[in-house]
T-cell receptor
Framework: DAGVTQSPTHLIKTRGQQVTLRCSPK?????VSWYQQALGQGPQFIFQ???????QRGNFPDRFSGHQFPNYSSELNVNALLLGDSALYLC??????????FGSGTRLTVV | SQQGEEDPQALSIQEGENATMNCSYK?????LQWYRQNSGRGLVHLIL?????REKHSGRLRVTLDTSKKSSSLLITASRAADTASYFC?????????????FGKGITLSVRP
């Protein structure tokens, strides 16, 4: 049973560019949440998708947007990248009251 | 914003010793969860304790929750070198359809062989 799969593992982007990160949830999970983890910090909640809709959103600017597809997979898009967007981006899937399963993350470096 | 604050920030112990990590939080919660992270990779869920529970066990892990003090502790007994990692507590204020996790900054645990 595959866990949460994230791609790519690493990527480097230039300031001002746009990036798309992808997440495939664990089999049987229908909810996908995205977190940003800066170096030396705990993860911070970006947003959560359920039934292809954004259900909750954290304190992140509109440059951060997402999408969930009918197969429950999800994308995180970040526009107009800033140096401060450099971080580990974590995807977590869940279903109902069950706990979260996290992916290994995508390490984004903005130069 | 960070809800939980873990204490200590770093902990170094000898293999076989017990490791105790503490977490304090600010607002009421539905549940509290502990996660482990190895070398900046993905988070691994360790244990979840609900607001109406006081203590839970899972293998070598024991977690307690004191909602009156808004605090939790994670005890790892008979530690192993493989337990070396960062540990995070995360609170879920509402649970259910409004579930989302708010993490602390984490504790770095080093277990010396």
């Amino acid at each position: 049973d595959a866990g949460v799969t994230q791609s790519p593992t690493h990527l480097i982007k230039t300031r001002g560019q746009q990036v798309t990160l992808r997440c495939s949830p664990k089999s049987g999970h229908d909810t996908v949440s995205w977190y940003q983890q800066a170096l030396g910090q705990g993860p911070q909640f970006i947003f959560q998708y359920y039934e292809e809709e954004e259900r909750q959103r954290g304190n992140f600017p509109d440059r951060f947007s997402g999408h969930q597809f009918p197969n429950y997979s999800s994308e995180l898009n970040v526009n107009a990248l800033l140096l401060g967007d450099s971080a580990l981006y974590l995807c977590a899937s869940s279903r109902g009251q069950r706990g979260y399963t996290f992916g290994s993350g995508t390490r984004l470096t903005v130069v | 914003s960070q809800q939980g604050e873990e204490d200590p920030q770093a902990l170094s112990i000898q293999e076989g010793e017990n490791a105790t990590m503490n977490c304090s939080y600010k607002t009421s919660i539905n549940n509290l969860q502990w996660y482990r992270q190895n070398s900046g990779r993905g988070l691994v869920h360790l244990i979840l304790i609900r607001s109406n529970e006081r203590e839970k066990h899972s293998g070598r892990l024991r977690v307690t929750l004191d909602t009156s003090k808004k605090s939790s502790s994670l005890l790892i007994t008979a530690s192993r070198a493989a337990d070396t990692a960062s540990y995070f507590c995360a609170t879920d204020a509402l649970g259910g359809a409004n579930s989302k996790l708010t993490f602390g900054k984490g504790i770095t645990l080093s277990v010396r062989p």
